[in-house]
Nanobody, 114 residues
């Protein structure tokens, strides 16, 4: 069983930056694909960015050039650096790990507002 714990969300002004972190329990992090999803009120949960165990990355078109996903396998931690934040980035952000099944964190709120 894998547990994922996110941190780093909060309130930020448009144009600002935040860095989200997700730490995984256990010893399987380094061999898993991991990523970030987000869900705004009344909308479905959508992919933001993901990174394979080999370091290949994939981004939603809406965040390309602004967000960067990375991982530190020694720390069992996934990151999402978010720059040039926009009000439409406001959502609950979820960490995801895929290893035979999907694992999800509890989510962290990101609010972009002046």
């Amino acid at each position: 069983q894998v547990q994922l714990v996110e941190s780093g969300g909060g309130l930020v002004q448009p144009g600002g930056s935040l860095r989200l972190s997700c730490t995984a329990s256990g010893s399987t992090f380094s061999i898993a694909a991991v990523g970030w999803y987000r869900q705004a009120p009344g909308k479905q949960r959508d992919l933001v960015a993901r990174i394979t165990r080999n370091g290949s990355t994939d981004y939603a078109d809406s965040v390309k050039g602004r967000f960067t996903v990375s991982r530190d396998n020694a720390k069992n931690t996934l990151y999402l650096q978010m720059n040039s934040l926009k009000p439409e980035d406001t959502a609950v952000y979820y960490c995801n790990l895929v290893l035979f099944r999907n694992y999800w964190g509890q989510g962290t709120q990101v609010t972009v507002s002046s």
